[in-house]
């Protein structure tokens, strides 16, 4: 079974950037779909970007043009990279890969402030 598992978050301002990291402990180049969530404090986890093994991307509109997902397939490591963060991009970020089954990370908290 891959796991999952997410880089650290962070604390920052309005207008800034953070990147995330989610290593897989095993090949995810069979892997159709990664992909990131996000739960804010008393909201029900909400999908944010996914990409395709061939590379096709999918985000949820309130991101688009702001956060771009990435993979590596050498690395094995999905990456989401979050510029002009928003203070209600504050959240719990999950990594999720649909591999004969839904696999999760930890999830790794973002704080941005206003």
């Known amino acids: 079974q891959v796991q999952l598992v997410e880089s650290e978050g962070g604390l920052v301002q309005a207008g800034g950037s953070l990147r995330l990291s989610c290593a897989a402990s095993?090949?995810?180049?069979?892997?159709?779909?990664m992909g990131w969530y996000r739960q804010a404090p008393g909201k029900q986890r909400e999908a944010v970007a996914a990409?395709?093994?061939?590379?096709?991307?999918h985000y949820r509109d309130s991101v688009k043009g702001r956060f771009t997902i990435s993979r590596d397939n050498a690395k094995n490591t999905v990456y989401l990279q979050m510029d002009s963060l928003k203070p209600e991009d504050t959240a719990v970020y999950y990594c999720?890969?649909?591999?004969?089954?839904?696999?999760w990370g930890q999830g790794t908290q973002v704080t941005v402030s206003s």
């Open positions: 990409i395709t093994s061939d590379g096709g991307t």
């Open positions: 095993g090949s995810i180049s069979s892997i159709n779909v």
């Open positions: 999720h890969a649909n591999h004969y089954g839904d696999i």
